[in-house]
Nanobody, 122 residues
């Protein structure tokens, strides 16, 4: 059974940085796509970033390009989201997701974590 456990959320000031982690377990993930979505208060859940587990190809929503970086450590079965120059609009619950092959893309995750809160405020 696939399990995804997020960590690293918290309170950060505008312009600051934060790194989220997602520990994946339950199987090997070769051929899968992993990533992050987020949901802000009163808004629909949106795709943030994704990474191909085997080849490392990445994709991002336009609003985070140049500020967020997704990466993975295959040996640790962990996906990261490095968030730099954060803005108030980045405040949301961030969810880790896993997309089984054949991967669909975007925020169409087959498995979800519980979520971690990120609050950007001075």
């Amino acid at each position: 059974q696939v399990q995804l456990v997020e960590s690293g959320g918290g309170l950060v000031q505008p312009g600051g940085s934060l790194r989220l982690s997602c520990a994946a377990s339950g199987r090997t993930f070769s051929g899968w796509r992993m990533g992050w979505s987020r949901q802000a208060p009163g808004k629909e859940r949106e795709f943030v970033a994704g990474i191909n587990w085997r080849y490392g190809g990445t994709s991002y929503v336009d609003s985070v390009k140049g500020r967020f970086t997704i990466s993975r450590d295959n040996a640790k079965n962990t996906v990261y989201l490095q968030m730099n120059n954060v803005k108030a609009d980045d405040t949301a619950v961030y969810y880790c997701g896993a997309d089984a092959p054949p991967v669909v893309g975007g925020g169409a995750w087959d498995y979800w974590g519980q979520g971690t809160q990120v609050t950007v405020s001075s």
